[in-house]
């Protein structure tokens, strides 16, 4: 298996090294593995003037053409996807088979975006003789793009496939602490024949990245995924200068547990997705509501399955859940936990950090916890649970909706009117009912709230990096 990749930013469709770098720390034994180029003034300002041109190019190639390149750079992805996972598991710390799942869903993202580029539909408005309304959907131009470290090929995967479906270029600012993902995908397109400028990718400082690239007039739309607190300063920013963006933002999301579900096997799958990723997901099952009648079973079940977890370094087989990410997530869960427990709140398992080397931590399932914990408010991203008892549906979906956020619920139940009052009443962007799968190609994804704004995949996906342009043609000169 090849080492960790050598790492290079690529603007104008060339690769380049800086003087001054950053360490990649793998997470499961907190070995330095690589050095990313730390982007400067002058690198971001030809990455930018290289979008400006790359668009150009982009937005007169034609649709179909746009979607085999995209497809193209998909196969290269699908195949060398060991390669791929390799790199992911050294930088992330997620187990093999999960990193490579994940450059399968990755290339998956792309599929979908280039099966949209060709139908970006406008319309004809009925108008009366002698005049044609036309409604046109145009590339809106080049992009700002910032992904996160928690998926490191699928999160860039999913913003460039939104941008080069629809026309634009982009300059991706890749999450520094997983930098391979975005690499690979800019091997991807490069091999696959992309034209120079078209996507660009850096790394470096975010603060200075995102303050440069935004207030550039080349930019017309800033794509993020991240955290809230840093959504909303890119939104300021973007504010400044009028551009759009699409905000991919921090999730809390609420599973409602209903008395006449099948309590083990939801307990089951709970789980096993509340403690995928070690819980560094922005659909992450957290806050679980489930009625009393049921409670204490489906809590003995979530608490043995999530006890059974098999943690360890994700290059071992075996392994389903590997580190947390870095160092800062590892401190923040623990803090959390310490709140929960100091608030009352029970721990039914895990608890606390694995050794001393090492992003390590149990899986931890809390129980009982009071609404005033900070962990009912803020999202842990890491491998916690937290199983509150509730009285009847109204209470657990006024609890569910009193965070600020508003992106994945769930709902465990067979009845149809139980159904129809989360569809109705559940404050998020998306529910998923006896299934914890929030976020596919062909469904769109996003938040309400301080979830962010805008929708990534289904025919939605596009809807973002497209301006319309309604087009009034008479055929006589008034
Ligand atoms: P953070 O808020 O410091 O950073 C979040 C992401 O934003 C990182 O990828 C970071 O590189 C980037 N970032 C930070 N400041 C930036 C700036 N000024 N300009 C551009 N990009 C910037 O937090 P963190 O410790 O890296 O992650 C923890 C929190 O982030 C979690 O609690 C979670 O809410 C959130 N997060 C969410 C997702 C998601 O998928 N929605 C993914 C990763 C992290």
Same mark, same amino acid.
């Given at each position: 298996?090849?080492?960790?990749?050598?790492?290079?930013?690529?603007?104008?469709?060339?690769?380049?090294?800086?003087?001054?770098?950053?360490?990649?720390?793998?997470?499961?034994?907190?070995?330095?593995?690589?050095?990313?180029?730390?982007?400067?003034?002058?690198?971001?300002?030809?990455?930018?003037?290289?979008?400006?041109?790359?668009?150009?190019?982009?937005?007169?190639?034609?649709?179909?053409?746009?979607?085999?390149?995209?497809?193209?750079?998909?196969?290269?992805?699908?195949?060398?996807?060991?390669?791929?996972?390799?790199?992911?598991?050294?930088?992330?710390?997620?187990?093999?088979?999960?990193?490579?799942?994940?450059?399968?869903?990755?290339?998956?993202?792309?599929?979908?975006?280039?099966?949209?580029?060709?139908?970006?539909?406008?319309? !004809?408005?009925?108008?009366?003789?002698?005049?044609?309304?036309?409604?046109?959907?145009?590339?809106?131009?080049?992009?700002?793009?910032?992904?996160?470290?928690? /998926?490191?090929?699928?999160?860039?995967?999913?913003?460039?496939?939104?941008?080069?479906?629809?026309?634009?270029?982009?300059?991706?600012?890749?999450?520094?602490?997983?930098?391979?993902?975005?690499?690979?995908?800019?091997?991807?397109?490069?091999?696959?024949?992309?034209?120079?400028?078209?996507?660009?990718?850096? /790394?470096?400082?975010?603060?200075?990245?995102?303050?440069?690239?935004?207030?550039?007039?080349?930019?017309?739309?800033?794509?993020?995924?991240?955290?809230?607190? !840093?959504?909303?300063?890119?939104?300021?920013?973007?504010?400044?200068?009028?551009?759009? !963006?699409?905000?991919?933002?921090?999730?809390?999301?609420?599973?409602?547990?209903?008395?006449?579900?099948? +309590?083990?096997?939801?307990?089951?799958?709970?789980?096993?997705?509340?403690?995928?990723?070690?819980?560094? +997901?922005?659909?992450?099952?957290?806050?679980?509501?489930?009625?009393?009648?049921?409670?204490?079973?489906?809590?003995?079940?979530?608490?043995?399955?999530?006890?059974?977890?098999?943690?360890?370094?994700?290059?071992?087989?075996?392994?389903?859940?590997?580190?947390?990410?870095?160092?800062?997530?590892?401190?923040?869960?623990?803090?959390?936990?310490?709140?929960?427990?100091?608030?009352?709140?029970?721990?039914?398992?895990?608890?606390?950090?694995?050794?001393?080397?090492?992003?390590?931590?149990?899986?931890?399932?809390?129980?009982?916890?009071?609404?005033?914990?900070?962990?009912?408010?803020?999202?842990?991203?890491?491998?916690?649970?937290?199983?509150?008892? +509730?009285?009847?549906?109204?209470?657990?979906?006024?609890?569910?909706?009193?965070?600020?956020?508003?992106?994945?619920?769930?709902?465990?139940?067979?009845?149809?009117?139980?159904?129809?009052?989360?569809?109705?009443?559940?404050?998020?962007?998306?529910?998923?009912?006896?299934?914890?799968?929030?976020?596919?190609?062909?469904?769109?994804?996003?938040?309400?709230?301080?979830?962010?704004?805008?929708?990534?995949?289904?025919?939605?996906?596009?809807?973002?990096?497209?301006?319309?342009?309604?087009?009034?043609?008479?055929?006589?000169?008034?």
């Amino acid at each position: 298996m090849n080492e960790y990749p050598e790492l290079k930013l690529y603007i104008g469709g060339s690769w380049r090294t800086t003087a001054e770098t950053l360490p990649v720390v793998n997470p499961a034994n907190e070995a330095v593995i690589g050095q990313i180029p730390v982007a400067d003034t002058e690198a971001l300002d030809d990455a930018l003037a290289a979008a400006a041109t790359g668009f150009e190019t982009w937005r007169t190639t034609s649709p179909g053409d746009r979607a085999d390149l995209i497809r193209s750079a998909a196969s290269l992805l699908r195949a060398r996807q060991d390669e791929i996972a390799h790199s992911i598991t050294l930088e992330h710390g997620k187990p093999f088979e999960q990193a490579r799942a994940e450059v399968i869903r990755g290339a998956e993202f792309l599929e979908w975006d280039a099966g949209e580029a060709t139908r970006t539909y406008g319309r !004809v408005i009925p108008s009366g003789p002698g005049i044609r309304h036309i409604v046109h959907h145009q590339p809106i131009g080049p992009v700002a793009a910032f992904s996160p470290w928690n /998926f490191p090929l699928s999160q860039p995967a999913r913003k460039v496939a939104g941008a080069l479906a629809a026309g634009c270029s982009l300059v991706l600012k890749a999450a520094e602490e997983t930098p391979a993902g975005a690499l690979h995908i800019a091997e991807a397109f490069h091999d696959s024949g992309l034209p120079a400028g078209v996507l660009n990718l850096v /790394f470096g400082v975010p603060a200075d990245i995102s303050q440069r690239l935004i207030s550039s007039d080349a930019i017309r739309m800033v794509a993020f995924t991240g955290s809230t607190a !840093v959504g909303r300063h890119l939104t300021g920013l973007a504010s400044d200068h009028m551009t759009t !963006v699409l905000m991919e933002l921090g999730g809390h999301a609420p599973v409602i547990v209903c008395e006449d579900t099948d +309590v083990d096997a939801a307990a089951e799958s709970s789980a096993i997705r509340a403690m995928r990723n070690a819980g560094q +997901v922005c659909t992450s099952p957290t806050r679980f509501f489930v009625h009393e009648s049921v409670f204490e079973q489906f809590l003995e079940g979530i608490t043995r399955r999530s006890a059974a977890t098999v943690v360890g370094d994700g290059m071992e087989p075996g392994v389903e859940m590997g580190p947390l990410a870095n160092d800062r997530r590892l401190a923040a869960v623990v803090e959390l936990i310490a709140d929960a427990t100091d608030a009352g709140g029970e721990v039914t398992t895990g608890g606390g950090r694995i050794g001393t080397t090492g992003y390590f931590h149990e899986p931890t399932v809390l129980a009982n916890v009071p609404e005033h914990a900070r962990i009912m408010q803020e999202e842990p991203f890491g491998p916690v649970a937290i199983v509150n008892p +509730v009285d009847s549906l109204d209470t657990a979906i006024e609890r569910a909706n009193s965070v600020p956020y508003g992106l994945a619920a769930y709902g465990f139940t067979n009845r149809a009117d139980y159904i129809d009052r989360m569809v109705d009443r559940v404050e998020a962007g998306n529910l998923s009912i006896n299934t914890l799968e929030a976020s596919l190609p062909e469904t769109p994804f996003g938040g309400v709230k301080s979830s962010g704004y805008g929708r990534e995949g289904g025919t939605e996906g596009l809807h973002h990096y497209l301006a319309v342009k309604s087009v009034s043609h008479s055929t006589t000169t008034a």
